[in-house]
């Protein structure tokens, strides 16, 4: 069964750093472009960033640009979001998402595998 599972969300205070994780499992992700997307309480999914299936090309909300990088590990299967100096407008669900292609952009909610999310708070 092919599965994507994130981890690493939780509580911060504004200007901290969490950094999210995406495992794959049944699948390798070297040949995927991944995304990761978020939600926050009565908003629509938004692209946050995304990465290539080389890595060499990647992209971020203007919202994020700066603050947050999308990186991958190909030897662990992994794929990374850190997320500095979080703010409280990041509070949200973060969900990875995987589709079998060089690069697909980040607003594009048509990626092929998606995980459960995991819940990022930034509050004081």
């Known amino acids: 069964q092919l599965q994507l599972v994130e981890s690493g969300g939780g509580l911060v205070q504004p200007g901290g750093s969490l950094r999210l994780s995406c495992a794959a499992s049944?699948?390798?992700?070297?040949?995927?472009?991944i995304a990761w997307f978020r939600q926050a309480a009565g908003k629509e999914r938004e692209g946050v960033s995304c990465i290539s299936s080389s890595g060499g090309a990647t992209d971020y909300v203007d919202s994020v640009t700066g603050r947050f990088t999308i990186s991958r590990d190909y030897a662990k299967n992994m794929v990374y979001l850190q997320m500095n100096n979080l703010q409280v407008e990041d509070t949200a669900i973060y969900y990875c998402?995987?589709?079998?292609?060089?690069?697909?952009?980040?607003?594009?909610?048509?990626?092929?595998?998606w995980g459960q999310g995991a819940r990022v708070v930034v509050s004081s």
């Open positions: 998402a995987a589709d079998a292609v060089t690069y697909k952009a980040c607003y594009s909610k048509e990626y092929h595998y």
């Open positions: 049944g699948f390798t992700l070297d040949d995927y472009a």
